[in-house]
Nanobody
Framework: QVQVVESGGGLVQAGGSLRLSCAAS????????MGWYRQAPGKQRELVAV???????NYADSVKGRFTVSRDNARNTVYLQMNSLKPEDTAVYYC??????????????WGQGTQVTVSS
Protein backbone atom coordinates (compact mmCIF):
# COMPACT_ATOMS: atom_id res chain seq x y z
CA GLN A 1 0.00 0.00 0.00
CA VAL A 2 1.07 3.55 -0.73
CA GLN A 3 -0.04 6.65 1.14
CA VAL A 4 0.28 10.26 0.05
CA VAL A 5 -0.38 12.84 2.74
CA GLU A 6 -0.38 16.62 2.37
CA SER A 7 -0.11 19.29 5.03
CA GLY A 8 0.28 23.03 5.32
CA GLY A 9 -2.85 24.57 3.87
CA GLY A 10 -4.76 27.35 5.52
CA LEU A 11 -6.07 30.90 5.31
CA VAL A 12 -3.78 33.76 4.33
CA GLN A 13 -4.19 37.33 3.18
CA ALA A 14 -3.35 38.36 -0.35
CA GLY A 15 0.38 38.91 -0.70
CA GLY A 16 1.17 36.38 1.98
CA SER A 17 2.94 33.05 1.85
CA LEU A 18 2.23 29.42 2.62
CA ARG A 19 4.29 26.26 2.38
CA LEU A 20 2.71 22.92 1.52
CA SER A 21 4.35 19.58 2.23
CA CYS A 22 3.56 16.14 0.90
CA ALA A 23 5.06 12.80 1.86
CA ALA A 24 4.69 9.49 0.07
CA SER A 25 5.13 6.35 2.13
CA UNK A 26 4.55 2.63 1.98
CA UNK A 27 5.73 -0.03 -0.44
CA UNK A 28 7.57 2.19 -2.92
CA UNK A 29 10.35 1.07 -5.21
CA UNK A 30 10.96 4.37 -6.93
CA UNK A 31 9.34 7.74 -7.51
CA UNK A 32 9.48 9.29 -10.98
CA UNK A 33 7.90 12.63 -10.22
CA MET A 34 5.91 14.41 -7.55
CA GLY A 35 3.81 17.45 -7.99
CA TRP A 36 0.93 19.67 -7.03
CA TYR A 37 -2.44 20.19 -8.64
CA ARG A 38 -5.33 22.38 -7.57
CA GLN A 39 -9.04 22.53 -8.06
CA ALA A 40 -11.13 25.61 -7.44
CA PRO A 41 -14.92 25.43 -7.05
CA GLY A 42 -16.59 24.89 -10.41
CA LYS A 43 -13.29 24.37 -12.21
CA GLN A 44 -11.28 21.41 -13.40
CA ARG A 45 -8.22 20.20 -11.58
CA GLU A 46 -5.10 21.84 -13.02
CA LEU A 47 -1.37 21.35 -12.77
CA VAL A 48 0.42 23.80 -10.48
CA ALA A 49 3.98 22.47 -10.39
CA VAL A 50 5.82 19.19 -10.81
CA UNK A 51 9.37 18.06 -10.11
CA UNK A 52 11.03 14.92 -11.44
CA UNK A 53 13.42 12.62 -9.63
CA UNK A 54 16.23 14.37 -11.47
CA UNK A 55 15.11 17.79 -10.32
CA UNK A 56 13.49 19.10 -13.49
CA UNK A 57 10.53 21.34 -12.81
CA ASN A 58 7.47 22.54 -14.66
CA TYR A 59 5.08 25.27 -13.55
CA ALA A 60 1.73 26.60 -14.60
CA ASP A 61 2.12 30.03 -16.18
CA SER A 62 -0.13 31.53 -13.53
CA VAL A 63 2.29 30.66 -10.70
CA LYS A 64 5.69 31.15 -12.35
CA GLY A 65 7.86 33.49 -10.33
CA ARG A 66 5.67 33.13 -7.24
CA PHE A 67 5.67 29.39 -6.41
CA THR A 68 8.64 27.11 -5.99
CA VAL A 69 8.49 23.31 -5.95
CA SER A 70 11.27 21.33 -4.28
CA ARG A 71 11.85 17.77 -3.27
CA ASP A 72 13.67 15.68 -0.69
CA ASN A 73 14.25 12.37 -2.43
CA ALA A 74 15.55 10.69 0.71
CA ARG A 75 12.26 11.44 2.48
CA ASN A 76 9.96 10.96 -0.54
CA THR A 77 8.69 14.44 0.19
CA VAL A 78 7.76 17.35 -2.05
CA TYR A 79 7.22 20.95 -1.00
CA LEU A 80 5.43 23.90 -2.56
CA GLN A 81 6.51 27.33 -1.39
CA MET A 82 3.81 29.81 -2.36
CA ASN A 83 4.62 33.51 -2.20
CA SER A 84 2.72 36.61 -3.26
CA LEU A 85 -0.53 34.70 -3.01
CA LYS A 86 -3.59 35.99 -4.82
CA PRO A 87 -7.29 35.37 -4.20
CA GLU A 88 -7.37 33.38 -7.46
CA ASP A 89 -4.95 30.89 -5.90
CA THR A 90 -7.77 29.78 -3.61
CA ALA A 91 -8.39 26.08 -4.21
CA VAL A 92 -7.96 22.61 -2.83
CA TYR A 93 -4.38 21.59 -3.49
CA TYR A 94 -3.65 17.95 -4.22
CA CYS A 95 -0.32 16.17 -4.14
CA UNK A 96 0.44 13.62 -6.83
CA UNK A 97 3.13 10.94 -6.82
CA UNK A 98 4.05 9.11 -10.01
CA UNK A 99 5.78 6.04 -8.68
CA UNK A 100 6.55 2.35 -8.98
CA UNK A 101 5.25 0.27 -6.11
CA UNK A 102 6.52 -3.01 -4.75
CA UNK A 103 4.29 -4.76 -7.29
CA UNK A 104 6.49 -3.23 -10.02
CA UNK A 105 3.57 -1.34 -11.52
CA UNK A 106 3.77 2.37 -12.19
CA UNK A 107 0.75 4.35 -10.99
CA UNK A 108 -0.38 7.79 -9.92
CA UNK A 109 -1.23 8.24 -6.25
CA TRP A 110 -3.12 11.22 -4.88
CA GLY A 111 -3.35 12.83 -1.50
CA GLN A 112 -6.62 13.80 0.13
CA GLY A 113 -6.16 17.50 -0.62
CA THR A 114 -5.51 20.54 1.52
CA GLN A 115 -7.49 23.78 1.36
CA VAL A 116 -5.72 27.03 0.57
CA THR A 117 -7.79 30.18 0.95
CA VAL A 118 -6.45 33.61 0.06
CA SER A 119 -8.48 36.57 1.25
CA SER A 120 -8.44 39.92 -0.52
Amino acid sequence: QVQVVESGGGLVQAGGSLRLSCAASGRILSINAMGWYRQAPGKQRELVAVITNGGSTNYADSVKGRFTVSRDNARNTVYLQMNSLKPEDTAVYYCNADLVGSDYYRNDYWGQGTQVTVSS
